[in-house]
């Protein structure tokens, strides 16, 4: 079976804002990340913020509706279609763009926030993302991120619960050699000069194989998501809520004068 296998977000693209899509559950998930962000970013009124793999535009159009002026990259060029055209029957001035991850189509330092989620373990290339993500960053802006780690943990949940077996991910969507680890992560951080402000374990699924089977049944009954946030305040990268998913924001630093 082929892993990271991408070609699904195209296969869901024109479907992407229906309520009964797959890909549904993602937009599920922004009022609770931002729960963690808006800790470090209270306002983003007038703020020029990238959110990098957009699909169908999700995450574009939550910021959208806070006052950002967004703007969306992703290197499928039907999820940009579909996103392009959802915002302009919303009327939503939001500007997209066909581009990968690795090579942003824009100059240095021209925003002031990055919001990138759902996808670092898909990337090509985690440590060329994460400088271009550096690069146009603007000195003293936000880094804002979810990601999966690489432990046993994850393997377990994300691809043989999830995938696998209960299917409700599409099978072949992860690849667990492409989870990163927090310490992987922090580390190609300060290589761009950002510094980890915060990391949290991001957990939808609860303790032990029965609790995440009871939050997954209650998902499945209500189609909402119980989150657990975990030393949010703090810049630890080895707690055990962080096994499965994590969440972070970081800053660049400003350049000495």
């Not at 279609?81 to 763009?97: P, Q």
């Not at 990601?147 to 409700?168: C, G, H, P, Y």
Request: glycine fraction near 8%; proline fraction near 2%; include cysteine.
């Amino acid at each position: 079976m082929k892993r990271n296998d991408l070609s699904y977000y195209d296969q869901w693209a024109t479907e992407w804002w229906q309520k009964s899509a797959t890909v549904a559950p993602l937009n599920r998930l922004n009022p609770l990340r931002f729960q963690f962000f808006d800790r470090y970013i209270q306002h983003w009124q007038d703020l020029k913020v990238l959110d990098v793999g957009c699909g169908g535009g999700f995450t574009c159009e939550f910021l959208a509706g806070r006052g950002a002026q967004v703007t969306g990259v992703d290197q499928s060029a039907a999820c940009v279609r579909a996103a392009s055209r959802h915002a302009d029957e919303a009327g939503l001035a939001i500007a997209y763009k066909q581009a990968q991850a690795e090579r942003l189509p824009f100059t240095d330092a021209c925003f002031d926030a990055v919001v990138c989620v759902d996808v670092l373990e898909h990337v090509e290339d985690v440590a060329q993302t994460i400088a271009e993500i550096g690069r146009v960053l603007r000195p003293g802006g936000w880094f804002c991120f979810d990601t999966i780690n690489r432990t046993w943990q994850s393997k377990l949940v994300m691809i043989w619960l999830l995938e696998n077996t209960l299917r409700q991910i599409p099978r072949g969507v992860h690849d667990w050699q492409k989870f990163i680890t927090p310490a992987e992560l922090s580390a190609l951080l300060e290589q761009q000069q950002m510094k980890l402000q915060a990391l949290s374990g991001f957990d939808l699924f609860g303790a032990g194989i029965l609790g995440k089977l009871r939050r997954l049944y209650k998902y499945q009954k209500t189609g909402k998501f119980q989150i657990d946030f975990t030393d949010g305040n703090q810049s630890k990268s080895n707690s055990s809520s962080q096994r499965v998913m994590y969440i972070g924001v970081a800053t660049k630093g400003v350049a000495a004068k």
